[in-house]
């Protein structure tokens, strides 16, 4: 490297030849004064020096010619002949020279590529050039990112403990494309916001968004940290809202698919609505009403049964008409006439189909008693509210069924043929037990009701 006369031959015309002077060791300038070869050498560093700084861009042969003629200066200072004190004093100002040349230099040549070829010492600190990184001024406001920076990841925890709850419930019925929407979206900002504040490229694509936006970078945290909220509120927002949006709607599917005779559709409904958790223990209570209808429709009296005390026993009163009448089926009479006198008491006096039923179902008690007075009181009381209820609802018209056959342990075969056009017209069983006590009882009006009502 000390050969300066070899490195000149070798690189381009990037710096003029003729600012470069062939060292020896002793040289007269024509005015009685010599230059020692270490004069010339601070010469050619200083020339090359120069026009590096007034060239833009530089070229990387430019800057192996500084550096080779900056490694000629270092070996004469390393070498056992002392250099004279002036000529040591212009060393420093051109090499604070080079220095302020650092980030330019480091950026248009490879530096860590030279370094493994040539193997320089540490004590050549200018093959040890870095690229300086864009410092950001840290300004007031910015003194307090790292509390916006907490309550980011506090959001961002709380919104994924959100969605893990959310997810099984989302999944279990299917993923609409607004849904997808709604969770892949905000778990992608969760993506980009984490990894930003990890630092690298992912906080850089975050910086870049916001400032293509017009986002300034002292309030890109605080911007972070709003959005991070906005998932938390939206979480919390739809851990206590989509579960109850999520029950209703499967109890609306069930309640459709009974009213269309769609036993095992509704069944399937009301359980995934059992799923879900956090539901009012009395709405749950509603549904295990419901899937004991559906048991009592097929004639599954001990299912029906135990669906209906659980659902009793969560505040249900609604549900001792179903259990008065799954004791008229098993024959208990006396507990049936119970459960439904206890029922009427109860009963929401708004509720028109429930008051039908259970008057409707005492009658049918009586008349199993053979107490038909009381039996037609019942009946006439039932057949009241069913002239108010929609044809088609399921019950409907059964009570015309039973006080057809008081008129005829009556021996009054004009009212009696009259009840059992009615119970034709309107009748629609809703279990398969009411369908079975007026096939008993008229055999021939019993096949020609319509069934729908209790399965298709």
């Not at 050619?44 to 700084?53: H, K, R, S, V």
């Not at 990387?60 to 004469?76: C, G, H, V």
């Not at 992912?202 to 605080?222: D, F, H, N, T, W």
């Not at 039996?375 to 069913?386: K, R, V």
Request: aromatic share 10%.
């Amino acid at each position: 490297m000390s050969d300066v006369l070899s490195v000149n031959n070798e690189i381009d015309s990037d710096v003029s030849n003729e600012n470069i002077t062939e060292p020896n060791s002793l040289i007269d300038d024509g005015n009685g004064v010599v230059d020692t070869e270490f004069s010339i050498m601070l010469d050619n560093y200083e020339a090359a020096l120069t026009q590096l700084q007034a060239t833009s861009p530089i070229s990387q042969e430019m800057i192996l010619q500084l550096f080779m003629l900056r490694d000629a200066l270092q070996t004469a200072l390393e070498s056992k002949e002392s250099q004279p004190v002036d000529l040591l004093l212009r060393l420093p100002p051109l090499d604070k020279q080079l220095k302020s040349q650092e980030d330019a230099i480091a950026k248009t040549l490879n530096l860590s590529v030279w370094r493994s070829i040539l193997q320089p010492s540490q004590h050549n600190w200018w093959w040890f050039f870095e690229a300086q990184q864009v410092r950001i001024k840290v300004t007031a406001w910015d003194r307090f990112d790292w509390f916006w920076n907490l309550i980011t990841v506090l959001s961002l925890t709380g919104f994924a403990s959100f969605a893990s709850q959310l997810m099984p419930l989302v999944f279990s019925g299917g993923v609409s494309l607004f849904e997808s929407i709604g969770l892949l979206g905000p778990g992608g900002l969760i993506t980009v916001v984490i990894s930003s504040m990890r630092g690298g490229e992912g906080q850089q694509r975050l910086c870049r968004m916001m400032e293509g936006v017009g986002i300034p970078a002292k309030y890109q945290s605080e911007v972070t940290c709003f959005l991070a909220i906005v998932l938390f509120s939206g979480g919390y927002y739809a851990q206590e809202n989509l579960p109850k949006s999520y029950f209703k709607s499967y109890v609306t599917e069930g309640e459709k698919a009974y009213k269309d005779g769609q036993i095992r559709e509704a069944r399937d409904s009301f359980e995934q609505a059992l799923k879900i958790d956090g539901q009012d223990a009395l709405e749950k209570a509603k549904i295990h009403t419901a899937i004991g209808l559906l048991d009592e429709s097929v004639g599954d009296s001990d299912n029906a049964l135990k669906n209906y005390r659980f659902a009793l026993d969560q505040g249900d009163s609604s549900v001792l008409n179903n259990l008065g009448r799954v004791q008229i089926n098993k024959g208990k009479l006396d507990a049936a006439e119970t459960l439904l006198n206890m029922g009427l008491q109860r009963v929401d006096q708004n509720n028109l189909a429930d008051q039908y039923q259970l008057n409707r179902n005492l009658g049918w008690v009586y008349l199993e008693k053979k107490r038909y007075d009381k039996a037609e009181q019942y009946l006439n009381q039932a057949i009241e509210f069913d002239k108010q209820i929609p044809k088609g609802a399921f019950g409907k018209g059964i009570a015309n069924c039973f006080k057809a056959k008081i008129y005829e342990v009556q021996e009054k075969p004009d009212k009696a043929a009259n009840q059992w056009k009615l119970c034709l017209e309107f009748g629609k069983p809703e279990t398969l037990h009411e369908y079975e006590a007026v096939v008993k009882l008229n055999p021939e009006v019993g096949s020609k009701l319509d069934t729908t009502g209790i399965f298709k």
